[in-house]
């Protein structure tokens, strides 16, 4: 979209007037808490005495609290980089809240002694303050600036949050020495307009004890300005892998460096060098494909009585997995090498399977690492080798000509699987030349599971009805229960089942099938007795049992971005009754099929009844894991269809 020259804002810090507290002609969902009146960057470079550029970057927000579910908006984060000696400097730092009392304005100035400092990783370090005197109707607003001798760290730029924008503006001239790659990413449009200038740079050479050399350079610059207006809020609705996939935001990578009478510099490099790069790294693969022979015994050992390499990559996968323990989820580099990790029986998810590609490639097994990001840490970058993206290490064998995704860092993990927050779509596989793409699409997992129940009249006991249950599960749920029963017993599982129905009822023979064999899915059964439900002249009846949808999981009236479900599903549910002795059926559900979207999936509701029994089966199948906000009002409706009729119940009279 073109931007006229006049749509500039006109709002200067400190410029406030009693009339910028109505903001009734304003576009925004009335609902909102707080609403971002303006939220305004520039990004300049400038020469600096360091021989080179550094990049100045201010911030200036202006933003009303409407009510106090509002008021987090007044702590404010602001990440600073550093690496070795060098940080990045906040100046100027200028906060101020404006309150409207008796038609005066009253400003509370941030007293310096209130910004905090705390180091969040080895390389970030965030500065921290909250606005003084905050009440619902409170105008808020803040300026820095921040300078920064990290050219990778072009500041991004987030136009979309949790509340209202009116106005996002981010400015940023990049002299012609430097490309970067924009990536852009939302549902929302931006304008932009570029234009180039002609800048003078001064920059001091830097001689040690010598005196400086001053350079003058002068060359071209492109500015350009990116405006989004009345930008809806974001907000996290369920199923969704990461919001920080979805806001619209713009964000640059460094790609090359090239000065007057100088070599071209690449940056960003390519796939091949990354994968190199990794592979002769100190804390990723540099271990890997050493002879290792330190491991030598101990596998000897592990892979005793195996036949083939198969059953061999198998015994050392589970000694992994049995055996170490797992320090955390996240993260691709190695803090020790691989001896340690060995000795200590413990270590970060990398760490562990970069061990295993070790032991395997040690027994002339071909291992390769693949790279990946986890689903809660955002997509990567399929063009790009931005290696930032990626969070997480696990290792493909290459049995019989076959591959096997391992994942050793999950005490339940199957031979060949892998956690479900690793199916995130575009990975690489650290192949030997070029790293290859491999995705891994949730729309691939499917997740089966099969329910039956069955009742008939307790020959025991007067009123009551005794049944068995059983429901075998899909992979997935199975890995998520044998994780849940690491943490409490088996008999408060069966409690907590219990507690899921209404009225009184005894569970019994509980148990669960393949629960310590991690290759197969998981299997629960028990039976049931409901007492006291036949006394009464008419009886309603779930035949749903517990296993009904409740609700809709999608409640918003409308969804700005992807629904993101962690697997394609087939649910299958099947229940037989016996009708009771003494009770006619009065009402009965009805049979009914829905489809989704054609091919998507369906839901089929089929009632049988005869003389003397009810026959229900309830299937619900979803093809796929992703739906487009196109998709989202198809399947809003297709779940609340699901939720009414399983909730219908079946009614039966006493005979007279």
């Not at 550029?53 to 600073?80: C, M, Q, W, Y």
């Not at 931005?386 to 050793?408: E, G, P, Q, T």
Request: proline content about 4%; some cysteine; charged content about 25%.
């Amino acid at each position: 979209t073109a931007l006229s020259a006049q749509s500039k804002l006109n709002i200067k810090f400190g410029k406030i007037s009693a009339a910028d507290f109505d903001l009734s002609k304003s576009k925004y969902d009335s609902g909102a808490a707080a609403v971002v009146i303006a939220d305004m960057g520039d990004s300049k470079f400038v020469g600096n005495n360091k021989s080179g550029f550094s990049i100045n970057f201010t911030h200036f927000r202006r933003a009303k609290i409407i009510n106090k579910n509002g008021i987090d908006l007044a702590t404010v984060e602001i990440p600073l980089y550093t690496s070795g000696n060098a940080e990045e400097k906040l100046e100027n730092l200028k906060a101020v809240t404006y309150n409207l009392e008796n038609g005066k304005i009253v400003e509370t100035k941030l007293d310096d002694k209130s910004i905090f400092t705390e180091k969040s990783t080895k390389s970030l370090i965030i500065k921290k303050f909250t606005f003084p005197a905050v009440k619902e109707g409170s105008i808020i607003e803040f300026s820095y600036r921040q300078a920064s001798d990290f050219l990778f760290n072009l500041q991004p730029w987030e136009f979309q949050g949790e509340y209202p924008v009116l106005w996002s503006e981010y400015e940023v001239a990049i002299p012609e020495y430097f490309n970067y790659v924009t990536l852009a990413q939302g549902y929302q449009q931006f304008a932009r307009e570029s234009t180039t200038l002609f800048e003078k740079y001064q920059i001091s050479i830097n001689n040690g004890a010598d005196k400086s050399d001053l350079v003058n350079l002068e060359g071209t610059a492109t500015d350009t300005r990116f405006v989004m207006q009345n930008v809806p809020p974001l907000k996290e609705e369920k199923f969704t892998t990461t919001l920080a996939n979805h806001i619209s935001k713009i964000e640059f990578q460094l790609s090359s460096i090239h000065y007057p009478n100088s070599p071209y510099q690449d940056i960003l490099g390519n796939w091949l060098k990354l994968g190199e790069r990794l592979i002769e790294s100190e804390d990723f693969g540099i271990d890997i494909n050493k002879n290792n022979g330190w491991m030598s015994d101990d596998i000897k050992v592990i892979t005793n009585g195996a036949k083939d390499n198969y059953q061999k990559a198998e015994k050392i996968f589970v000694y992994i997995r049995d055996n170490f323990t797992c320090t955390s989820h996240s993260g691709l580099y190695m803090s020790n090498n691989l001896k340690t990790v060995f000795k200590n029986k413990s270590g970060s998810a990398a760490e562990i399977n970069l061990l295993l590609i070790a032991m395997l490639t040690h027994e002339n097994i071909s291992a390769t690492p693949i790279i990946l990001s986890t689903r809660s840490h955002g997509k990567t970058n399929e063009i790009y080798p931005l290696i930032d993206r990626f969070n997480y290490v696990v290792c493909a064998a290459n049995v019989n000509n076959s591959y096997y995704f391992l994942d050793a860092s999950q005490p339940a993990m199957g031979f060949g699987r892998l956690p479900q927050y690793c199916y995130n779509g575009h990975a690489r596989m650290l192949t030997k030349g070029m790293p290859q793409p491999v995705y891994l699409e949730p729309d691939s997992l499917k997740e089966l599971r099969l329910t039956s129940v069955f009742i008939i009249s307790d020959p025991k006991q007067k009123n009551a009805l005794s049944g068995s249950f059983k429901s075998d599960l899909g992979y997935v749920e199975s890995y998520e229960l044998r994780d849940q029963l690491r943490k409490k017993a088996e008999k408060d599982y069966f409690k907590d089942i219990k507690s899921h129905f209404v009225g009184e009822i005894e569970i019994e023979n509980g148990g669960i099938d393949s629960l310590k064999q991690p290759d197969f899915p998981a299997s629960v059964h028990y039976d049931f007795t409901l007492k006291n439900v036949f006394t009464e002249d008419i009886v309603y009846f779930s035949p749903m049992m517990s296993e009904a949808h409740k609700e809709n999981p999608f409640k918003a009236a409308e969804r700005r971005y992807p629904v993101e479900m962690p697997y394609a599903s087939d649910e299958i549910y099947t229940f037989n009754m016996e009708i009771p002795e003494g009770y006619t059926v009065d009402e009965i559900p009805k049979s009914s099929k829905v489809l989704l979207n054609d091919a998507d999936g369906f839901f089929e509701y089929l009632v049988v009844k005869d003389e003397s029994n009810i026959q229900l089966r309830s299937r619900i199948k979803l093809n796929k894991a992703n739906f487009t906000p196109d998709d989202y009002n198809s399947l809003r409706e297709f779940f609340t269809y699901i939720v009414k009729k399983q909730s219908e119940q079946i009614v039966f009279k006493k005979k007279k």
